[in-house]
């Protein structure tokens, strides 16, 4: 049985979607960490040493240490913590809203995300030649595509409150408020989304969610 009260260290990279979810959860549970930087870009990324891929053999982020546990897998990790800490909980309380959160959660995590993240960007640039303008349009178009689902998932939808579901924050708003920033780095228009919008500026009134910021974190760019 996991205690409670072991050190939590998280291996994180500022602007990691992934990451950033882990932290927001983290956040709002008001649990102490630690944050590890893992560098993805400085000497052709730090996540491919070796000492790390004992940790994370993917050599992807985050990876939880949890005492010497160590957990992979943002979503994972996010629905560890919840079952670890369960207040405040991160997923509704009936199976019903459970798995329309956990949809939204996926929707976002396993359908946009993965199709934009950093190595598909640099397959696409060190393999097959892609320019800049070419591979920043296909990121645009698959947040564009997923977000018009999501909104609609959101917008139809009774359970929907102040948050993803209800008026408390929890596993679909960890994933969504990460999107809306990478949307946001590339300059995707978000006046088609109202709820999208309404949501994430609710989410980003509140602390757990503000501390989680990129530009917050220990391993970000100081501003020239």
Same mark, same amino acid.
């Given at each position: 049985?996991?205690? @409670? *009260?072991?050190?939590?260290?998280?291996?994180?990279?500022?602007?990691s979607?992934?990451?950033? !979810?882990?932290?927001?959860?983290?956040?709002?549970?008001? +649990?102490?960490?630690?944050?590890?930087?893992?560098? +993805?870009l400085?000497?052709? &990324? @730090? @996540? *491919?040493? +070796?000492?790390?891929?004992?940790?994370?053999?993917?050599?992807?982020?985050p990876?939880?240490?949890? &005492?010497?546990?160590?957990?992979? @897998?943002?979503?994972a990790?996010?629905?560890?913590?919840d079952?670890?800490?369960?207040?405040?909980?991160?997923?509704?309380?009936?199976?019903?809203? !459970?798995v329309?959160a !956990?949809a939204?959660?996926?929707?976002?995590?396993?359908? %946009?995300?993965?199709?934009?993240?950093l190595?598909?960007?640099?397959?696409?640039?060190?393999?097959?030649?892609v320019?800049p303008?070419?591979?920043?349009?296909?990121?645009? *178009?698959w947040?564009?595509?997923?977000? *018009?689902?999501?909104?609609?998932?959101?917008?139809?939808?009774?359970?929907?409150?102040?948050?993803? =579901?209800?008026?408390?924050? &929890?596993?679909?708003?960890?994933?969504?408020?990460?999107?809306?920033?990478?949307?946001r780095?590339?300059?995707?228009?978000?006046?088609?989304?109202?709820?999208? !919008?309404? %949501?994430?500026?609710?989410?980003m009134?509140?602390?757990?969610? =503000?501390?989680?910021?990129?530009?917050?974190?220990?391993?970000?760019?100081?501003?020239?």
């Amino acid at each position: 049985m996991a205690n @409670q *009260h072991e050190k939590l260290r998280l291996y994180s990279y500022w602007r990691s979607s992934a990451a950033y !979810r882990v932290r927001i959860a983290l956040n709002l549970k008001g +649990l102490p960490h630690e944050i590890v930087p893992v560098h +993805l870009l400085d000497g052709g &990324g @730090q @996540q *491919h040493a +070796l000492e790390y891929r004992a940790i994370q053999p993917q050599a992807l982020v985050p990876a939880l240490m949890h &005492g010497h546990r160590i957990l992979r @897998q943002s979503m994972a990790i996010i629905e560890y913590i919840d079952e670890t800490w369960p207040e405040p909980p991160l997923l509704p309380a009936t199976a019903r809203d !459970r798995v329309r959160a !956990r949809a939204l959660a996926q929707a976002i995590a396993c359908d %946009i995300h993965p199709l934009n993240n950093l190595r598909v960007m640099k397959y696409f640039e060190n393999e097959w030649n892609v320019p800049p303008p070419e591979r920043e349009e296909w990121v645009r *178009h698959w947040i564009r595509e997923g977000f *018009h689902a999501v909104e609609n998932m959101l917008s139809e939808h009774l359970s929907t409150g102040t948050f993803c =579901d209800g008026e408390l924050p &929890g596993l679909a708003d960890c994933c969504l408020i990460p999107q809306v920033f990478n949307a946001r780095r590339f300059a995707v228009a978000l006046d088609a989304y109202p709820t999208i !919008r309404r %949501i994430h500026d609710s989410c980003m009134k509140l602390p757990a969610f =503000d501390a989680a910021r990129p530009e917050r974190q220990p391993d970000a760019p100081t501003p020239a």
